[in-house]
């Protein structure tokens, strides 16, 4: 049994006890605590017991004036003893009142007080420094208008002549940005803490605290630069800067900007970290999660492009299968992307194309001249800001259609540029926490993540084919054989159908409508209605037969008898063969019904070889049938 | 001195077995089915340092259990700690007893993992939540050459799919006549280009009794289409039509195949001895139909070729059971999971395909002046027999508001096929009135009972299309002499 050790993505948790339920951080190192290891500073009627945060005006902000510390930093500054020290004081001079009436008592108080104070003294200016010494950044609770974590995939996409696609991821990247706004209670907050502190550095350099970020779920990610404590706090971002960046605290007067903006950089790995798996140490040259697949709408008369975009999604990690089958990409889920939304597709195509007629798919489209390629001048199309139509968890795809007024050379190589952006995280990130700068949960939205997939792509379009449904039907001349003298009947109608299989024309289902009066009393019209298929080797066209016609009257050889048969044959052809052997099904089709029609009028029903005539049929035992010889397609 | 034995109570996040079995289905002229390599097995478990979720907290607490923390000490992981032992049984049809560790007990393997300190962790360690300890162990289960996969691969177009669902509903046991004979006059949707039809039947022996849960399912299909557009109109259909349709499949450009993973489950329980048997697993899919409306595409090729999976979750193939039990020896209820996959490359010959595929006939006939009684009916299965089909059974219906219908079902071999006929009449009756006018301006009238019939005549067999034909045409003409006849002397 062979066994090893495995890093896996990180993942927020409890530095202690391991639990993902995080509900505070230490303010100090940014641990993140659960509720159990998260150390809040407070007495049994829940007032702060360290003096760290008391005097700053925050008694309003959800968490008071109570620090988190974890066991590591855990330390209690105790408020200095003034009321002892008063008392001695006051002491002193009772002392001294009483020594005019009883000296040897007097001077014993005086010298008490004089004891009480030097040593309440040193130890009010022990604290006193010692909580001016752990004077922690100024703690301010802005407003954050923005918090997000925005990752970027770029890669490219390409389709050569023989058709091979194949994509290749070039960066991976993600950035955490906030917006914050500071306001008046920060600014109380800032006075609060210069007079409690008396900071010997300028208010310029002051540092202040805005609380923490905490990254949430296991991340395939690596922050870039982290300056954390410990590995534990590598996804908790302490949201800190200094007072000068914001002129509106750094003045007296609070005037100016009251933003504040930071980012923190990182680099997304290659695939998400799962039960199993660690973290791909490198995000090159694996394939982009999305695709652009080119081809020519048939029935088109190739003028039109038809732009395929699929992408994967997922709902969360922990969903996912455990090992791919070869062979299958791996199941879409492994993306941890929902929401799609195409935020830009630019396509190049040459002028010679001609004229953009429409473009479907809505969003906001657009067409401009671009530069020359070697097709010559080129235009470019865009679609920007589309919203897309999601399967769910799975692959999805989004059809985009370009009209041209000319026909598309598929001798081009056509290039743009593709944007998809995303929810979720394709890092596995999900949400950001905010917490405040004493390390509570802070009751703020939680930060939004989007991730942008870009994609450069170059498709050459030699491997589309083109196919074009063709109908070949009517009432014209040549597909109508109307004989007069011949009433339909069902020994017509079968030895048509004979004869059809015969000429490769599998003749499927024959339905014979209920007749109708006809013209003249006495005469009925009937009609049959027979379809099947041609078939010949892997081509496959619909064959439709309609045997209509009057007779039943006084003689059916009173020249008022007629019978008209109309034939349809439907096919897609995609090149100059296939629509040879459709237009050679065709004639066969019309020569094998005139040619049945014309032996029917005479009387003497053609032996077709495999076929039995309607007369020999009915003559005949259902055995014989056996020994026709069959033919097989 | 020997260092004491160190026990740790840890909860794998995963512990699985897997068997992987590969097999290459020819089907063409000389169809075969053949395994591909050998079949491999799999045991893996990981077992996070995550201490309050996964290893005990307090295990210090507890008699003879340390804590673990993940954090080791040199590359080798001097400290190894029991967390758990797994107990195999039958495993004679795999190699594993030489795999295994040697012990005291035969098919027994301690779960040991590394990096265990006797010492409690360090505080605020946290970097212990991104390690684990992955146990890994291969093993080879003897190759089955039987698989215990069997596919059935059929091109058709969706007349027959249709005719092969009515030939099915006439084999059921409940036969609602109305029901068919609306079928039967329906007629398909879609284009009418070619499918094919996929069907699973999986026979699993050894088979564990797992969770209801445990249905076998096929996992993913794949198909190598060699053309650009890809045919966009691939869809599943379920016989019951009750599942999901139009679900399309996704073209992966970069391997030129159309793919979809559908989770389908195989839920048809196949009746017979063989399948009744204890500890087999005999299962059906649905019908997996792929649309092939562009099949033209597919010109030059002489083979489909694909892939398809098949997961069989709390079975393994080989008969291995598995038993986990924890580092105190209690045995842990949710035991490891066991799954057999199968995986199927298919190589479809297309011509034998064509050849082969089964074919349906359609013939309907409007029978005016007849009306459907008993002797009508007795009249439509001479006919059957006199064209050498013999009459399984029939069926009559004299409600709804289509009024009377009766449908016979018959058969006949031909080449060793059976050659289905179901014939389905319906039938209308009316009554006209007659007035004759005599002179002296008397009149009688009479009134006449009359009726026509719709019969249509559907014909199923596979191969031999023309002996299809030749039967259903007999059966068409004597029918209509036949019937000419009763309707001229009515």
């Known amino acids: 049994m062979n066994v090893t050790t495995i890093m896996r993505g990180a ?28 150390i809040s500073e407070t007495d049994d009627s829940g007032r702060a017991t360290t003096e760290e945060f008391t005097g700053l005006e925050l008694h309003d902000a959800r968490n008071g004036e109570v620090p988190v510390h974890c066991k590591g930093c855990r330390h209690i500054l105790p408020k200095p003893p003034w009321v002892m020290l008063a008392a001695f004081g006051t002491a002193i001079v009772l002392g001294r009142l009483l020594q005019q009436e009883m000296p040897s008592a007097g001077l014993s108080v005086v010298l008490l007080g004089a004891v009480g104070v030097a040593v309440l003294g040193r130890m009010v200016w022990v604290r006193l420094r010692a909580i001016a010494e752990s004077a922690p950044p100024v703690p301010t609770t802005p407003r954050f208008a923005t918090i997000e974590a925005t990752e970027r995939v770029e890669g490219t996409m390409t389709m050569e002549a023989d058709g091979r696609w194949s994509s290749r991821v070039s960066a991976r990247t993600g950035r955490v940005s906030v917006r914050a706004s500071f306001g008046e209670p ?75 903006r930071a980012h923190w950089d990182y680099r997304v790995l290659a695939a998400l970290a799962r039960g199993t798996d660690p973290p791909e140490e490198s995000g090159q040259g694996s394939s982009l999660p999305i695709r652009l697949i080119p081809s020519l709408v048939p029935n088109s008369d190739g003028r039109v492009l038809e732009l395929d975009i699929t992408w994967a999604e997922s709902s969360k990690a922990d969903a996912l299968p455990k090992g791919q089958p070869e062979g299958i990409e791996a199941r879409p889920g492994d993306t941890g992307l929902c929401r799609p939304h195409l935020e830009e597709l630019a396509i190049d195509v040459p002028l010679l194309w001609g004229e953009v007629e429409s473009l479907s798919g809505g969003g906001l489209q657009g067409i401009a001249p671009s530069s020359s390629g070697h097709l010559g001048p080129m235009r470019r199309v865009v679609w920007r ?105 069902h020994e017509l109608v079968l030895q048509l159908a004979r004869t059809l299989r015969c000429a490769s024309f599998h003749i499927q289902r024959i339905e014979e409508e209920p007749p109708r009066v006809g013209s003249e009393a006495g005469r009925t019209k009937s009609l049959w209605d027979l379809s099947g298929q041609y078939r010949s080797g892997l081509d496959v066209f619909p064959v439709h037969v309609l045997v ?10 009173d020249g008022r008898s007629f019978t008209e048969v109309s034939t349809t044959l439907r096919g897609t052809v995609s090149d100059d063969g296939s629509k040879l052997r459709l237009d050679q099904a065709l004639s066969s089709l019309r020569e094998t019904v005139a040619e049945t029609i014309r032996e029917a009028q005479k009387g003497t029903p053609r032996h077709p070889r495999g076929a039995t005539t309607a007369s020999s049929q009915r003559s005949s035992t259902a055995s014989s049938a056996d020994l026709e010889p069959g033919q097989q397609n | 001195m020997t260092t004491p034995e160190l026990y740790v109570r840890a909860c794998p996040e995963q512990l699985e077995l897997v068997e992987t079995y590969r097999y290459r289905f020819d089907i063409a002229n000389a169809s075969s089915i053949s395994p591909i390599g050998q079949a491999t097995g799999k045991l893996q478990g990981v077992f996070p340092y995550q201490a309050s979720e996964w290893l005990l907290q307090d ?50 393997e301690t779960l040991r993992i590394p990096g265990v300190v006797r010492r409690a962790p360090r505080e605020g360690d946290s970097s212990a939540h991104r390690r684990a300890a992955a146990v890994e162990l291969d093993y080879l289960p003897e190759a089955a050459h039987a698989s215990p996969l069997q596919l059935k691969a059929e091109i058709l177009d969706r007349e027959t799919l249709e005719a092969q669902e009515v030939v099915e509903l006439t084999r059921s046991s409940e036969l609602d006549v109305q029901k068919l004979a609306t079928k039967l006059a329906q007629r398909p949707e879609g284009s009418p280009g070619l499918l094919l039809v996929l069907r699973l039947q999986l026979t699993l022996e050894h088979a564990r009794v797992g969770a209801a849960a445990d249905v076998p399912f096929v996992r993913c299909v794949s ?34 195949t159309v793919e979809w993973t559908p989770q389908l489950p195989m839920d048809g329980r196949t009746e017979g001895a063989e399948a009744s048997r204890q500890g087999v697993i005999s299962r059906w899919s649905t019908r997996i139909v792929i649309s092939l409306d562009e099949v033209a595409d597919l010109a030059g090729e002489t083979h489909l070729t694909g892939r398809l999976e098949v997961n069989v979750p709390g079975s393994l193939a080989s008969g291995l059971d598995v038993r986990h039990y924890d580092a105190t020896g209690a045995q842990v209820r949710r035991g490891p999971q066991l799954e057999t996959r199968i995986v199927a490359d298919l190589r479809l010959g297309l011509e034998h395909l064509l050849r082969r595929r089964t074919r349906s006939i ?55 096929e059976p050659l289905h006929l179901i014939a389905c009449l319906q039938g209308h009756r009316h009554s006209a009135v007659r007035t004759t006018e005599l002179a002296g301006g008397r009149s009688y009238r009479t009134t006449l009972e009359t009726g026509d019939v719709d019969l249509t005549l559907h014909g199923l067999l596979r191969g031999a299309r023309d002996s299809l034909c030749n039967v259903v045409d007999a059966v068409h003409g004597r029918l209509r002499d036949v019937f000419g006849a009763t309707a001229d002397h009515r």
Request: charge should be neutral; glycine fraction near 12%.
């Open chain 1, 385 to 489: 800001n589309l919203a897309l139509q999601s399967a769910g968890t799975g692959r999805s795809i989004a059809r985009l259609q370009l009209h041209f007024r000319n026909r598309i050379d598929p001798s081009a190589e056509v290039k743009g540029m593709l944007a998809l952006e995303f929810s979720g995280g394709i890092s596995g990130l999900t949400a950001i926490d905010v917490f405040d700068p004493l390390g509570g949960l802070r009751a703020v939205d939680q930060g939004e993540v989007r991730t942008r997939i870009e994609g450069t792509f170059s498709l050459r379009l030699d491997i589309l084919r083109h196919r074009e449904h063709r109908v070949a039907s009517g009432r014209g001349a040549e597909d109508v054989s109307r004989v007069a003298g011949l009433a339909p009947s």
């Open chain 2, 223 to 256: 198909l190598h289409w060699p053309t650009i557009p890809w045919p966009g109109s691939l869809f599943l259909v379920n016989f019951d039509r009750s599942g999901p349709r139009g679900r399309t499949f996704q073209y992966n450009p970069e391997s030129r």
């Open chain 1, 548 to 557: 209509s016609g009057e007779g039943g009257g006084p003689s059916d050889r």
């Open chain 2, 59 to 108: 295990a210090s607490r507890e008699p003879g259990l340390r804590i673990a923390t993940g954090r080791s000490r040199d590359p080798d992981f001097g400290d190894l700690a029991t967390v758990g032992h797994l107990v195999f049984a039958d495993w004679e049809g795999t190699n594993l007893e030489a795999r295994l560790t040697p012990a005291r007990v035969s098919g027994t």
């Open chain 1, 11 to 38: 993942e927020a948790r409890c530095s202690y006890c391991g639990a993902q339920s995080i509900v505070a951080v230490c303010h100090h190192c940014g641990r993140p605590l659960c509720a159990r290891d998260g």
């Open chain 2, 362 to 416: 359609v013939h309907r006939l409007f029978l005016e002046g007849v009306r459907l009684d008993d002797r009508r009916v007795a009249d439509v299965c001479s006919t059957f027999v006199d064209c050498g089909l013999t009459v399984r059974k029939r069926w009559r219906s004299d409600g709804g508001e289509g009024g009377a219908v009766v449908v016979i079902d018959g058969e006949r071999l031909m080449d060793g």
């Open chain 1, 186 to 260: 920060d600014r109380r907050v800032l006075k609060a803490y210069l007079k409690k502190f008396r900071p010997s550095v300028p208010q310029g350099e002051l540092r202040f605290c805005a609380g923490f970020l905490l990254l949430r779920e296991r991340l395939a990610a690596e922050l870039v630069s982290t300056d954390e404590a410990s590995e534990g706090a590598a996804l908790v971002l302490p949201v800190s800067g200094s007072v000068g960046d914001v002129p509106y605290l750094a003045t007296h007067e609070g005037h100016g900007d009251r933003t504040w």
